[in-house]
């Protein structure tokens, strides 16, 4: 009955993808067939963040663009998930770019440290 995800992190200005995957496939990779499903974490240099990532509200995505919402296999089923990831992308979840802001360009740092994962259920949503 897991509603959302709870991610405590301290980030470094940079926005970054949660990732959820059903493990099928080539988990995040361009093989892919199955969607992962994803949502975009905007982070503050240097500031502990929190943020509340409600399952329902995930964009499944192949290859790296959203895909419609429609069909049975874009739906994300909690008991089914079986990795979690962050990724620095060059696209945000909707499949727009990444702006410099919140990327980077050429080599640079990047660095998000995660302090907790917890689920939430709807009852601790409200």
């Known amino acids: ?4 995800i709870r991610i405590c992190y301290v980030g470094d200005g940079k926005t970054y993808k949660v990732l959820f995957s059903d493990g ?13 499903w994803q949502s975009d974490l905007p982070t503050k240099r240097g500031v ?10 995930l964009i499944p995505s192949l290859q790296g663009g959203p895909i419609k919402t429609d069909t049975d296999d874009a739906k994300l089923d909690p008991v089914g998930v079986k990795d979690m990831g962050f990724m620095l992308s ?7 770019s990444n702006p410099v802001e919140t990327y980077g360009s ?5 660095s998000l440290r995660i302090r907790s994962i917890e689920t939430l259920t709807v009852d601790e949503l409200d």
Request: no cysteine; hydrophobic share 30%.
């Open 1 to 4: 009955n897991t509603a959302a």
């Open 90 to 96: 060059l696209k945000l979840s909707s499949g727009e």
């Open 106 to 110: 050429g080599i640079f740092p990047f």
């Open 24 to 36: 099928n496939k080539s988990t995040f990779g361009p093989s892919r067939r199955s969607p992962s």
């Open 48 to 57: 502990e963040g929190t943020a509340i990532i409600r399952l329902g509200n």
